[in-house]
């Protein structure tokens, strides 16, 4: 895995992971994956596409765990 990215939950992140943390953990993976640090033109749609739904995904993600000990993420 990328190691750009980081662990967005507490408390490896001591404060709620920012929709600017979110994001860009998701453009990390998507570059990972395709390997493509930035995608041609005829590419741009799909890669933003990617990007957009692994950062819904996440949120999602970080919004459903529960972490004994620290408050659930409010949204």
Do not use: W
């Not at 041609?40 to 972490?67: P, W």
């Amino acid at each position: 895995m990328c190691r750009s990215i980081k662990t967005l939950r507490p408390p490896v992140l001591p404060e709620q992971a920012t929709e600017d943390d979110i994001r860009a953990a998701a453009l990390q993976y998507v570059r990972k994956v395709s390997g493509f640090r930035a995608p041609a033109e005829h590419n741009r749609e799909v890669f933003e596409r990617a990007v957009d739904e692994i950062t819904e995904a996440t949120r999602r993600l970080l919004d459903g765990l529960e972490i004994r000990g620290v408050p659930k993420r409010v949204p």
